[in-house]
């Protein structure tokens, strides 16, 4: 049995493997759009923030009633986002598949922070995609509902 070059060969497969798994944040990150996505929570609040969507090429916020942009923070096994009509379709538990595009008027529930470091918030949670610079605003809300708002 001959085993020279096996040392190469294993390397190689390492290097081919460690490619994969990097390729795959990538993807990730590409297939979730301008969203800010963390692994699924347990227990992540049921507080309430209302107002407007905003999407833009690098964010999603929230437009609150107090005209402040709050960064809005989504678990990945509940959203998707179509690059083609810009929209996000939040997957309700109960009630079904939700779509949404900037400018929707809208309620969600989870919990939020503001102020403090940046980093704080940032290292507490495990993100899957992280929110781009632009879009951390000091104001950040982990999603765990989503209601469309209608009237006043």
Excluded: K
């Excluded at 989504?74 to 538990?93: F, G, K």
């Excluded at 951390?136 to 809300?141: A, I, Q």
């Amino acid at each position: 049995m001959d085993h020279r070059g096996a040392g190469a060969r294993a390397l190689a497969l390492v290097v081919l493997v460690a490619g994969g798994a990097l390729a795959g944040c990538g993807d990730a990150a590409e297939s979730f759009g301008p969203l800010a996505v963390q692994r699924p929570q347990e227990g992540s609040g049921d507080a309430r923030n209302e107002g407007t969507l905003v999407v833009t090429d690098t964010c999603v916020h929230l437009r609150d009633a107090r005209g402040l942009l709050v960064t809005l923070v989504w678990e990945a096994d509940r959203v998707s986002w179509d690059p083609a009509t810009r929209t996000v379709t939040y997957r309700d538990r109960t009630r079904g598949d939700l779509s949404l595009v900037t400018g929707d008027r809208i309620a969600v529930g989870g919990s939020g922070d503001q102020g403090g470091p940046e980093t704080e918030w940032l290292d507490r949670l495990d993100w899957v995609v992280r929110p781009a610079q632009e879009c951390r605003t000091g104001y950040w809300w982990g999603v765990s509902g989503v209601e469309e708002v209608t009237g006043g």
